[in-house]
């Protein structure tokens, strides 16, 4: 059973940055590939971005390239999104998600995903 938890949303002024944190429980993190999705209220959820198991294929979206920065520490079982720039336009609930089994980009691609944790950014 893999279990994914994110943490680190919160309130913050249009400008700062936050930091979410996504720990995998279960076999196998390190092989795979994890994504980041986010949900504003009555908006389909959409593709942040995502990194593959070797840290070799980041994608973003266009809206929070520059801006955003995911990573991976595989010994600790976690993955991190580094939000800098934030906007408005941002406040959403945040998503973690693991193992696509076809498009990286696709929410429906994924086996497992967090409960997520509410980003609110106040202008």
């Known amino acids: 059973q893999v279990q994914l938890v994110e943490s680190g949303g919160g309130l913050v002024q249009a400008g700062g940055s936050l930091r979410l944190s996504c720990g995998v429980s279960g076999r196998s993190f390190s092989r795979y590939t994890m994504g980041w999705f986010r949900q504003a209220p009555g908006k389909e959820r959409e593709f942040v971005t995502s990194?593959?198991?070797?840290?070799?294929?980041?994608y973003y979206a266009d809206s929070v390239k520059g801006r955003f920065t995911i990573s991976r520490d595989n010994a600790k079982a976690t993955v991190y999104l580094q939000m800098n720039s934030l906007k408005p336009e941002d406040t959403a609930v945040y998503y973690c998600a693991a193992d696509p089994r076809y498009n990286y980009n696709l929410p429906t691609a994924y086996r497992y995903w967090g409960q997520g944790t509410q980003v609110t950014v106040s202008t």
């Open positions: 990194i593959g198991w070797s840290d070799s294929r980041i």
